[in-house]
């Protein structure tokens, strides 16, 4: 069973779409604000996009708003991140992130430490 855990990276296109899956615990998901963020080589961690718990509050990076959607399966207990419109300055590990009782702009936006995080899965968006 996994405890937390990201999927569905991958190589695509520029102007591609993908979708990444972040699979969580019941005893995580319930009461986290998730969020993703990345980091391409050589760049501090970008905090992508974060939901509350419970889905009423969503926060987004200014360099994804209009192209990703983040949202939340609760019978599946995974937080999902469709990304579309993909252009190369996308290119990173993502990796997702869970904190209790988050404020999700202060969770994306606000350097400090988050207890949980899964193992990142790499995007890489090429022609």
């Known amino acids: 069973q996994v405890q937390f855990g990201e999927s569905g990276g991958g190589l695509v296109q520029p102007g591609g779409s993908l979708r990444l899956s972040c699979a969580a615990a019941e005893s995580i998901f319930s009461v986290a604000a998730i969020g993703w963020f990345r980091q391409a080589p050589g760049k501090e961690r970008e905090g992508v996009s974060c939901i509350s718990s419970s889905s009423s509050d969503r926060y987004y990076a200014d360099s994804v708003k209009g192209r990703f959607t983040i949202s939340k399966d609760n019978a599946k207990n995974t937080v999902y991140l469709q990304m579309n419109s993909l252009k190369p300055e996308d290119t990173a590990v993502y990796y997702c992130?869970?904190?209790?009782?988050?404020?999700?702009?202060?969770?994306?936006?606000?350097?400090?430490?988050?207890?949980?995080w899964g193992q990142g899965t790499q995007v890489t968006v090429s022609s």
């Open positions: 992130a869970a904190e209790e009782w988050a404020a999700v702009r202060a969770m994306c936006a606000i350097d400090h430490p988050i207890p949980t």
